[in-house]
């Protein structure tokens, strides 16, 4: 018998998971809305597509950012040649830059500490590597992304020591909660090297408050300990209270900077999953030099780091691109929540993100996980809906659910809207009070202010080919 090595064979890589299953259903049954109008809608995909109308007619004006159109040939063999794992100068110029923007530009960069790398995944598993050994800990607040167990577990042999974080205090991350993690990882004979925060958080689209993080600094000081700060949401912050980055509080108290390192990303706040454009920030020097090494095993190519640079290189774009993704979202969320608001279910209070952590726990049998997942099978198979249980992102409640809003048109979400509905009035559940409600005329929602005031413009599917549903036009 031919033996493979025990990476291969084990299930390290966490895809026995209802956060993938839920993935497996929509692939194997697709929604489309003429030709499998019964298939499975897509709300486990944290992805920003709400702004590509924008980026598209930016494209349109600087074809020179393509290497493949006329204007753009001329750099072709330059850009095809060999590039070291440094990076183009004027992509790390560009990214730093862009980083600063996000932020207020309330902080400056340093290009020469960015460190590119084949998307978040590959940039946080590339900071395990430079920080911990196989068997040493990072502890994780809770409900974390799923996605951790893999791009921080799976080949770095670090382990993960939760930190539980509770409903009661709108999942906080409190100084008890780190010192009992603290005190846990001790226990079980497991060295802390690090603790890892998601600001803006992923599930929940919260963000920390500045006392926060001067606590979590304060914390990871007194143990020394590393402090991860993935930071890929920064642009997805949509309200008040504005997001601030650890490296404005660094700035603010004293800590060792030798502990700070932030992952970032273009997946989310651009909404470029595809081209794979992860960054390590680390104010550590030995740090740096290491990811940059290891960087040759996942760089982004340098066709997409010279359209990068090109792109966020234009002050005006980057500018008009961060109000307008922002009201995007704004809309589409204050939508969703609301419609779900007027069937009676809530969510927590957000202002963040691509998504929402949905509250269904007065529709669990019992308070378990078991039927946490009994509810879930029910959503998955006969909603046919693919959102994902709070259990996989290690939440500590059972009933919690997050579901993605900004990854479909807005005839999907109609349709995904629909089907809520309909499962609600199934499961007999009472209406909330009209007082309760969450108004649409509290939107402004008049004869003169149509649904089409909520809805995104330019973001019409090419699986949509109706220019409006049935479902909108009743409306109108």
């Not at 809207?417 to 609600?424: H, T, V």
Request: with cysteine.
């Amino acid at each position: 018998m031919v033996t493979v090595s025990k990476i291969a064979t084990g299930n390290g890589h966490g895809e026995n998971s209802p956060y993938f299953d839920g993935w497996k259903a929509y692939e194997t049954n697709p929604f489309h809305p003429t030709d499998r109008p019964d298939g499975v809608i897509q709300m486990g995909l944290a992805e920003n597509q709400l702004c590509f109308d924008f980026i598209k007619k930016w494209l349109m004006e600087h074809p020179e950012a393509s290497l493949c159109s006329g204007e753009g040939v001329s750099k072709f063999k330059e850009t095809a040649l060999f590039q070291d794992y440094h990076g183009m100068p004027e992509f790390r110029q560009a990214v730093a830059k862009f980083m600063g923007k996000v932020r207020g530009d309330k902080v400056k960069f340093d290009p020469d500490r960015i460190v590119m790398s084949g998307g978040a995944t590959g940039a946080h598993e590339m900071v395990a590597f430079c920080l911990a050994d196989p068997g040493e800990a990072f502890l994780v607040p809770t409900p974390y992304y799923p996605g951790f167990d893999r791009d921080l577990r799976w080949r770095t042999g670090v382990e993960l020591v939760p930190v539980i974080c509770e409903s009661s205090n709108n999942f906080k991350i409190t100084r008890n909660a780190l010192e009992a993690a603290y005190g846990k990882a001790q226990e079980a004979n497991l060295r802390v090297k690090g603790l890892l925060i998601t600001n803006p958080s992923n599930p929940l689209g919260t963000i920390l408050d500045r006392e926060t993080l001067k606590s979590i600094v304060s914390f990871i000081n007194e143990k020394n300990i590393h402090l991860i700060g993935d930071e890929i949401y920064a642009a997805t912050v949509f309200m008040e209270p504005e997001f601030v980055s650890i490296s404005e509080v660094i700035e603010e108290v004293e800590c060792n900077r030798d502990l700070i390192h932030i992952v970032y990303s273009l997946s989310k706040d651009m909404g470029f999953p595809g081209f794979r454009v992860g960054i390590v920030y680390s104010y550590n020097d030995a740090v740096v030099s290491c990811a940059r090494k290891m960087s040759s095993f996942g760089l982004v190519s340098s066709q997409t780091q010279h359209l990068i640079a090109s792109m966020l290189s234009d002050d005006d774009f980057v500018d008009n691109f961060i109000v307008e993704s922002k009201e995007r979202l704004s809309k589409r969320h204050k939508y969703f929540t609301c419609s779900l608001s007027q069937i009676g279910i809530g969510s927590l209070k957000s202002n963040a993100g691509l998504f929402i952590w949905m509250d269904l726990r007065k529709l669990l049998k019992e308070k378990t996980f078991e039927a946490e997942m009994d509810l879930w099978r029910v959503i998955i198979h006969e909603v046919k809906l693919n959102v994902s249980p709070g259990s996989s992102f290690h939440c500590h409640e059972p009933g919690w659910f997050r579901v993605c809003f900004a990854n479909m048109d807005d005839n999907t979400v109609e349709a995904a809207l629909l089907r809520i509905r309909i499962f609600m009035l199934k499961n007999n559940e009472a209406m909330v009070p009209r007082n309760k409600l969450c108004r649409l005329s509290s939107l402004k929602l008049s004869p003169s202010r149509r649904i089409d005031d909520f809805m995104s413009p330019g973001i019409m599917s090419p699986h949509s080919p109706l220019p409006q549903s049935p479902l909108v036009r009743a409306r109108n």
